[in-house]
């Protein structure tokens, strides 16, 4: 964006010595230099998953699969940002689908879609179902497709559970 505003300056100072009696060769690379401001876009700065991880106080960053929310439609490739205090969904764009407290999580299970005795061919969907108390329950629902399906509802499982133990306190005598 600054070599842009910096372009844009030096074509319309061109352009005004030419217009204040200056020759007439600048007028070239006047025209150049503002277009170049003109038309070309600044590029969006991408943040990486880390960055936006340690924005948001998350420990890991987990693949969310497609995120059925308690009450919009799905959401594809979503990432949930999970920390001690809370669990955040984001999604492709980095915009926030939802937000779990931690203190407020009653369950966490992952559990086949299928039938369970079709479950365990490889490629069958399997889901992750985390509720937490608000208002009134809520429930949020990742799901996950492919050969995979099972160890990535598994693993967002374990790690939301462990994050979700509280240390017991240590005694001292």
Known sequence: MSIRIIAGLAGLGLGWRVYHGGSGWPIAGATALVLFALLVRARLVET?????????????????GTFTPP????????HIFAGIERLV???GRERRLC??????VRRCIAQPVAPFGDAIAEG???ELVVAWESESPLEARFRFQGFF????????????QNLRKKELPVLRV
């Open 124 to 126: 069958k969907p399997w």
């Open 89 to 91: 969904v984001l999604d």
């Open 48 to 64: 990486s998953l880390d960055e936006k991880a340690r924005e948001l106080g998350a420990l890991t960053v987990l693949n969310g």
């Open 149 to 160: 399906a099972e160890h990535l509802a598994r693993v967002a499982e374990q790690t939301i």
């Open 71 to 78: 009450v919009s439609e799905a959401c594809p490739g979503v």
């Open 99 to 104: 937000e779990i407290p931690m203190a407020k």
